[in-house]
């Protein structure tokens, strides 16, 4: 929380008439800290500053302190989304949200955990996503894309295995995705696909290279690669970084379809 000289200068401004109250009340929540033992401080206050939850990666982290973690954000925040998630995190966290009534959804493509306790539903916006896929393999990057953008208020359109390899398949996709606000694509091997489809369509595109190629610059490096020298205009997140994808793509379509 912020401090008291902090807050004494806030209250000074809404007593002036500088701010009225549901400002005030938005810049404290904006600066909101939730500190979990000695181990973790969790960014509570992110979503009302930035625009996009925090989001609790659970690779690496020791099972206690993920399960502290968890059950702090969601009583706190009432939700919190997980990503990395192993089988035996997702068989933990189950375990957590049936001992306190909480609501849990795994999508094991994603690796993604949702563990709310049903008081605070997602408030959807206008926003409409389209996410593509080049390969099949790419399905679980692109699943994780899809879960942020959609736990941000978005809706997402999505269409798997359309590679440039059989470019032919593409087309009925993005007729299929016309009002689209942006795209996320992603695709492994030599990453081709983000940079047809940001030659086609007159709307952002991400590229996502993901890390299902082999050989010669396999693991995602050849894709990587590709994008960045993309003669088409296109922006490009890191090797598998579905979450960052999803979340960029869903504070532009929010704000593309008018809201803030």
């Known amino acids: 929380m912020a401090d008291e000289e902090y807050l004494q200068h806030l209250l000074v401004r809404v007593q002036n008439g500088e701010i009225d109250p549901d400002q005030a009340l938005a810049e404290i929540k904006s600066l909101e800290i939730e500190r979990v033992s000695s181990i973790a401080h969790l960014d509570i206050g992110r979503e009302t500053r930035c625009g996009i939850p925090e989001v609790v990666l659970a690779h690496g982290k020791d099972d206690a302190h993920l399960i502290s973690i968890v059950t ?3 009583q706190k925040s009432k939700r919190c989304i997980i990503t990395r998630v192993s089988e035996k995190n997702a068989i933990e966290i189950k375990d957590l949200s049936e001992k306190n009534g909480y609501q849990c959804r795994w999508n094991t493509d994603a690796g993604t955990m949702v563990v709310e306790d049903g008081s605070r539903p997602v408030e959807r916006n206008r926003g409409i996503i389209g996410i593509i896929t080049a390969g099949t393999s790419d399905i679980g990057v692109a699943e994780e894309a899809r879960v942020i953008a959609e736990e941000m208020g978005c809706t997402v359109k999505s269409a798997f295995d359309v590679g ?6 593409l ?3 993005l007729k299929d995705m016309q009002d689209c606000h942006i795209f996320i694509v992603a695709a492994g091997r030599e990453g081709t696909l983000p940079a047809v489809v940001a030659g086609i369509v007159n709307r952002p595109v991400i590229g996502v290279p993901v890390s299902t190629g082999y050989g010669y610059m396999g693991q995602g490096r ?5 994008m960045l020298q993309s003669c088409s205009v296109l922006v490009v997140v890191n090797i ?3 979450f960052v994808a999803g979340a960029f793509a869903a504070r532009v379509a929010k704000l593309m379809a008018g809201g803030k």
């Open 222 to 226: 050849a894709a990587l690669a590709s």
């Open 171 to 173: 087309v009925p996709v």
């Open 72 to 74: 702090s954000y969601v």
């Open 164 to 169: 440039a390899a059989g470019i032919h398949r």
């Open 240 to 242: 598998d970084a579905g």
